[in-house]
Structures are given as structure tokens and as C-alpha cells.
């Protein structure tokens, strides 16, 4: 869950980078003249960055237990 999530917020920062930086496309999606490109490059920088935190973060999953045998009798458990 956490990869998709920091896909898509990666992928949303640098359509935002890419409407900063061609004014063309600003014009084209009708955006209004009072959003500054600085402001829609910090806000693609941004999510970026925690798009990046998600990707690279690991979430701790708890191990399974596994008996270890020995003949009939369980002498231990291993985590998988």
C-alpha cells in the first residue's frame, strides 16, 4: 500500500513540475494567473519528497512462527 501511495504522490509532483515549468500547459488546463510557478514548483518538489518517503520506507511485517522438529518433539521455532 505504501509503494502505490508514494507512486502516485511522486508521479502528482512531477505532473505539478511539468505545469511549472511550460507555460503553455498552465494556460491549456486554465489554471488561474495567481498561482506562481515558484509556488507550483515547491508544492511538485514537495510531494515528490514524500512520494520518495513512502517508496523508501519499509514497514516492519511480523514474521510467521515455524516449529522446528526433531522427531515428533518441537525443540524450537524460527521466524520466516
Do not use: C, D, H, Q
Not at 491549456?28 to 510557478?37: G, K, M, Q, T
Not at 516449529?67 to 515428533?72: D, L, N
Amino acid at each position: 500500500m505504501n509503494k502505490i501511495l508514494g507512486y502516485t504522490l511522486a508521479a502528482i509532483g512531477i505532473i505539478i513540475l511539468a505545469i511549472s515549468a511550460v507555460p503553455a500547459i498552465k494556460t491549456a488546463i486554465n489554471l488561474p494567473a495567481s498561482i506562481s510557478p515558484a509556488i507550483l514548483t515547491i508544492t511538485g518538489l514537495l510531494l515528490i519528497a514524500i512520494g520518495l518517503f513512502f517508496l523508501y520506507t519499509k514497514t516492519s511485517k511480523k514474521g510467521t512462527e515455524v516449529p522446528i522438529y526433531e522427531g515428533k518433539n518441537i525443540v524450537g521455532y524460527r521466524r520466516l
